[in-house]
């Protein structure tokens, strides 16, 4: 079996964070493993509290993992500050891990801070240069460059994103009017089309979609391809979104469609 190795925050609510990329890693067919950095309380409704570990966690838990397992692909989801994102990045490097997906997480859908403001300038500087690929909303696609958003200039936007070094850019467009995500590889522009599910369920979905992406590469996918799969795990996950699971918008269900035909989607959601 192949594995995947997320680097990310615990979600207490578990639609997001640590907690959603091992669901993803379950529903694409790979090994999950983790290296939990920081914790918030978190719920649907919103962050109530951040509590970040040291950066020699992750360091140590991302050593025991690769030492013994091994990790043919790597994503990063939330990490809070410029300490643990140079840790990281450091690491990463270091042991040599392939495959690394990079989701530069900034705000929760329900609006909290997940980045310190001074972190933005470690990703730039320290973990796009490393990534095979970077995987921004749109939003953080222009907070990332401290620009003013704006959908007409996207594709600037992922050249110069592309430019700080990362092999590949996709800006996911789970906010946007089209719902496409935009693959840029340094030499040409792919749009990523698929059904946008109303509903607003989608807590999730890019945590979910960064791993999934990371699952695709892990199996030996070139980019495109992964990138299309991945789409489409995150739009099925937000198709069976739980909206009576908490207040707010509820937590994407990336094994919702698997469950159900395997005939006990019911007895699990119902
Ligand atoms: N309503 C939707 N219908 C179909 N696909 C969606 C929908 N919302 C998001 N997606 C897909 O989910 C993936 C993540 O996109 P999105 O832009 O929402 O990420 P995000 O904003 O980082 O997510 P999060 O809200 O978890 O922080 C993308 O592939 C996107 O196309
Ligand atoms: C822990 C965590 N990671 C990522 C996100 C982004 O959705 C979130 N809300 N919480």
Redesign the pocket.
Known sequence: MKKALSIATSDSGA??GIQ?DLKAFLRCGVYGTTALVATTAQNTVGVKDIFAFPPEVAVRQIEAVAEDIGADAVKTGMLFNAGIISAVAETVARLDLPNLVV?P?M???SGAKLLEDDAVESYRRELFPVARVI??????AFALLGAEPDEERIEEVAIELHSLGPENV???????DS???LLYDGRKFTR?E???????N?????????SALASFLALGLPVEEAARR??EV??E???YGLGEVGAGPGP?HALGRVLEEAGIYQEVSG
């Open positions: 639609g997001a959603a989701d997480v705000v929760a859908e995987t921004p909303n749109a939003n953080e996709v800006v996911t467009g789970g906010h946007t719902g496409a995500d990523i698929g059904p946008v599910h109303a509903g607003g989608a807590h999730g979905s890019g945590c979910t979609h960064s991945a789409r995150a739009a996950a937000v198709q994407v």
